[in-house]
């Protein structure tokens, strides 16, 4: 069984940074892709980044320039650093795992983390 665990959220001021980390366990397919989104109070859940196993990443708009998504495959471990955060990432921030085998598309969420930017 996979499992996604997320960590590093909190409370920041504008302007300010934090680390996010999703360590994964269980069995997973060595070509995959990870990825954050976020889901903020009365909004859809939208893609904020994603990196494939090879290292292709993929970001949304509104954080291009300030988010930057990374991976350790050895560590199984997937990471986005935000800097010049802003009130409008604000959000519950979940770990993705997808990958598409034999069996057809697996898809995995972690628990998410809270994320609030504000003064």
């Known amino acids: 069984q996979v499992q996604l665990v997320e960590s590093g959220g909190g409370l920041v001021q504008p302007g300010g940074s934090l680390k996010l980390s999703c360590v994964a366990s269980g069995s997973i397919f060595r070509v995959n892709t990870m990825g954050w989104y976020r889901q903020a109070p009365g909004k859809e859940r939208e893609l904020v980044a994603e990196?494939?196993?090879?290292?292709?990443?993929n970001y949304a708009d509104s954080v291009k320039g300030r988010f930057t998504i990374s991976r350790d495959n050895a560590k199984k471990t997937l990471y986005l650093q935000m800097i010049n955060l802003k009130p409008e990432d604000t959000a519950v921030y979940y770990c993705?795992?997808?990958?598409?085998?034999?069996?057809?598309?697996?898809?995995?969420w972690g628990q998410g983390t809270q994320v609030t930017v504000s003064s």
């Open positions: 993705n795992l997808k990958w598409t085998g034999v069996l057809g598309l697996k898809n995995y």
């Open positions: 990196i494939t196993s090879g290292g292709s990443t």
